[in-house]
């Protein structure tokens, strides 16, 4: 997925608008974004699909955030490095899922 492409999904925006509002630069902005555009290759779905199918607005209620959870660990754990990069990495996911009003589990280290 292009960087062009992934500036057309409506979530992508509000993920953007989210983190210019928090004061992000341009550059830490972008590496979010590729990190974000990786993590949907991953997941094998675009970022709107993926908005739409962890929460059911019909029924009040979450839908595959256990997917979703298990997707973003499996995702942070390919990179080499201490838990906290890792963790790292997951957190540009949730961050992505929170500011389209949706809600992943901060991830637990293996000593709790």
């Known amino acids: 997925m292009s960087e062009q492409d992934l500036h057309s999904f409506q979530s992508v925006r509000k993920f953007i608008a989210e983190m210019a509002e928090k004061g992000l630069g341009e550059a830490e902005q972008e590496q979010r974004l590729a990190i974000l555009a990786e993590f949907c290759k991953f997941a094998g ?42 963790t790292a990495r997951g957190n540009v996911i949730r961050s992505f899922f929170i500011a389209n009003g949706r809600r992943l589990p901060n991830e637990k280290p293996d000593w709790l």
């Open 45 to 86: 779905r675009t970022p709107d699909q993926m908005v739409a199918e962890i929460f059911n607005v019909e029924t009040g209620k979450y839908h595959k955030r256990n997917f979703y959870s298990d997707q973003v660990r499996r995702f942070s754990t390919q990179i080499p490095g201490p838990w906290s990069a890792q």
